[in-house]
Nanobody, 126 residues
Framework: QVQLVESGGGLVQAGGSLRLACAAS????????MGWFRQAPGKEREFVAT????????KYGDSVKGRFTISRDNAKNTVYLQMNSLKPEDTAVYYC???????????????????WGQGTQVTVSS
């Protein structure tokens, strides 16, 4: 069974940066499309970023384009989310997710993901 564990969340001032990491168990991590989503209090879960298993295809939510970067290290079974120029509206619980069976493509739809992590809190103060 694949398990995902996020880390790197915390409290940061507006304009600052954080890097989230999501470590995955399982020998076939390199074949999983991975995604980051977030959920703020009282709001629905929102797509943030996704990366194909080869890393060659990425997609971003409109609210984070140009500020966030998704990457992966298949040798370490880890996907990262570099978050720069953070804003108070980025405050949310951030979740990583894995899609176990699709071709080498980035996937923005949360309904296509099979496994979810427990989430990590990101708080951006103004």
């Amino acid at each position: 069974q694949v398990q995902l564990v996020e880390s790197g969340g915390g409290l940061v001032q507006a304009g600052g940066s954080l890097r989230l990491a999501c470590a995955a168990s399982g020998r076939t991590f390199r074949t999983y499309a991975m995604g980051w989503f977030r959920q703020a209090p009282g709001k629905e879960r929102e797509f943030v970023a996704t990366i194909s298993w080869s890393g060659g295809d990425t997609k971003y939510g409109d609210s984070v384009k140009g500020r966030f970067t998704i990457s992966r290290d298949n040798a370490k079974n880890t996907v990262y989310l570099q978050m720069n120029s953070l804003k108070p509206e980025d405050t949310a619980v951030y979740y990583c997710a894995a899609n176990l069976g699709e071709p080498d493509m980035a996937i923005a739809s949360e309904t296509m993901y099979d496994i979810w992590g427990q989430g990590t809190q990101v708080t951006v103060s103004s």
